[in-house]
């Protein structure tokens, strides 16, 4: 029962760096997404998927790009990292559109940009 | 805008009390969804609780109930019988259109001390 897998747990990058988050998902989900966790606001959606082939922007999607080839993994890509993005970022499934279902999530991605 | 807010970014109860965290929100939609989710030391998010806006009957699961006011767009969580399993970070969860697409949005969170 592997459910939602992120890697790496933990990064640590300079500024300008690229990297990529990976995700992946052994559920058959259709709805796939990305939060960040900041302190004191929750976690905010960058980018969600409800399917292959179909990505949108979410509430934070500026300096991030996704792309959605399969329906088990959906990597979030950083092309140029800013201390601003320094944050745990967690991945999340659901079977349907997410918005109505229980969502799956990774156990976390701890990113922090110098 | 659409928002959710959790008022409280701290709470504590003693052991065994009851503890109600709170959360309200702006939505123009009538038909939703609505979550709490926990996150214990350990980071991982877990689903307690979900209620289907349409619905009256407020939900429960176990030692977990809401009081869910729909007029007053208030979605809050009781926890009864507290344990020291129940320290976490709460965080409510609604669906909200956001450039002209729903998506779920969380709240601020709430970290609840237990204490024993």
């Known amino acids: 029962n592997a459910g939602v897998t992120q890697t790496p747990k933990f990064q640590v990058l300079k500024t300008g760096q690229s990297m990529t988050l990976q995700c992946a998902q052994d559920?058959?989900?259709?709805?796939m997404s990305w939060y960040r966790q900041d302190p004191g606001m929750g976690l905010r959606l960058i980018h969600y998927?409800?399917?292959?082939?179909?990505?949108d922007q979410g509430e934070v999607p500026n300096g991030y790009n996704v792309s959605r080839s399969t329906t088990e993994d959906f990597p979030l890509r950083l092309l140029s990292a800013a201390p601003s993005q320094t944050s745990v970022y967690f991945c999340?499934?659901?079977?349907?559109?997410?918005?109505?279902?229980?969502?799956?999530f990774g156990s976390g991605t701890q990113l922090s940009v110098l | 805008a659409q928002t959710v807010t959790q008022s409280q970014p701290e709470m504590s109860v003693q052991e065994a009390e009851t503890v109600t965290l709170s959360c309200t929100y702006d939505t123009s939609e009538s038909d939703y969804y609505l979550f709490w989710y926990k996150q214990p030391p350990s980071r991982q998010m877990i689903l307690v609780i979900r209620q289907e806006a349409y619905k009256q009957q407020n939900a429960t699961e176990n030692r977990f109930s809401v009081n869910f006011q729909k007029a007053a767009k208030s979605f809050s969580l009781k926890i009864s019988d507290s344990q020291l399993g129940d320290a976490a970070m709460y965080f409510c969860?609604?669906?909200?259109?956001?450039?002209?697409?729903?998506?779920?949005?969380f709240g601020q969170g709430t970290r609840l001390t237990i204490n024993p």
């Open positions: 998927s409800v399917g292959a082939g179909i990505t």
């Open positions: 999340a499934s659901s079977n349907r559109e997410g918005i109505n279902e229980k969502l799956f």
């Open positions: 969860a609604i669906p909200l259109l956001i450039q002209g697409a729903q998506k779920l949005v």
């Open positions: 559920m058959n989900h259709e709805y």
